[in-house]
């Protein structure tokens, strides 16, 4: 995670490049935005795993 020293520049502005520096910052809702599909899949994954192990375990 980073600090809010961290994420300000000099004037105290947030820099708006998310590319910039030595890392990568973007932020949750951004990604999930951009990659609704990988949500999705997510959910699919669990709902399908939930399922298995209901089998499995007999729950």
């Known amino acids: 995670m980073s ?11 947030r820099s708006r490049d998310p590319l910039e520096g030595e890392r990568i910052e973007l932020e949750e809702d951004e990604l999930r935005r951009v ?8 959910r699919v994954k669990s709902r399908l795993d939930a399922f298995a192990r209901r089998l499995a375990y007999g729950k």
């Open 35 to 42: 990659s609704p599909h990988v949500v999705l899949l997510g």
């Open 3 to 13: 600090t809010v020293i961290d994420m300000a520049t000099e004037d105290g502005q």
